[in-house]
T-cell receptor, first 111, second 110 residues
């Protein structure tokens, strides 16, 4: 099992550009999450999904959109990137009451 | 508003010392409390606690939960330089969402 994978690992964007981060898991997990982590801070939930075709807002959803068309994939989109979105993005997945498994992270810089 | 508070925010000790990290919480519809270790990459899972008073142990690390006083502690005995990391505490609510603390940065000096 590859576990949770994220693509890309690094990206530099100019203000106003768009991009999509891909999260994939091969563990048949129902729940998937997108977090951002800024220096010296814990993780903040952007959006999450409790199953294929469903998504919901987390703590900091503004400026992001998500889609879960397939159970194994959870996409995070930035339509018009801003410097405030410079961060490390982590995807996670879980099955029922069990713990979350994390991807390796994507380091995004917006100039 | 749900919140998780960790203390101290940072801690510097010498190799061989014992450390205690604290996590207090105010979360509606508590389901579980989790501890993760983060070393400049993705968090790695340490413990999940759901019941009060039952210690979970893994090698030199142990943790316990007090659901009455709404806190948990993570103990590390005989610390090693490899224990240097940020330790994150998170509380899961009934919607399977995690509320994260800011973390405790632990530095172990040789």
């Amino acid at each position: 099992n590859a576990g949770v994978t994220q693509t890309p690992k690094f990206r530099v964007l100019k203000t106003g550009q768009s991009m999509t981060l891909l999260c994939a898991q091969d563990m048949n997990h129902e729940y998937m999450y997108w977090y951002r982590q800024d220096p010296g801070m814990g993780l903040r939930l952007i959006h999450y999904s409790v199953g294929e075709g469903t998504t919901a807002k987390g703590e900091v959803p503004d400026g992001y959109n998500v889609s879960r068309l397939k159970k194994q994939n959870f996409l995070l989109g930035l339509e018009s990137a801003a410097p405030s979105q410079t961060s490390v993005y982590f995807c996670a997945s879980k099955k029922g009451p069990l713990r979350q498994y994390f991807g390796p992270g994507t380091r995004l810089t917006v100039t | 508003e749900d919140k998780v508070v960790q203390s101290p925010l940072s801690l510097v000790v010498h190799e061989g010392d014992t450390v205690t990290l604290n996590c207090s919480y105010e979360v509606t519809n508590f389901r579980s409390l989790l501890w993760y270790k983060q070393e400049k990459k993705a968090p790695t899972f340490l413990f999940m606690l759901t019941s009060s008073g039952i210690e979970k142990k893994s090698g030199r690390l142990s943790s316990i939960l007090d659901k009455k006083e709404l806190f948990s502690i993570l103990n590390i005995t005989a610390t090693q330089t490899g224990d240097s990391a940020v330790y994150l505490c998170a509380v899961e609510d009934s919607n399977y969402q995690l509320i994260w603390g800011a973390g405790t940065k632990l530095i172990i000096k040789p």
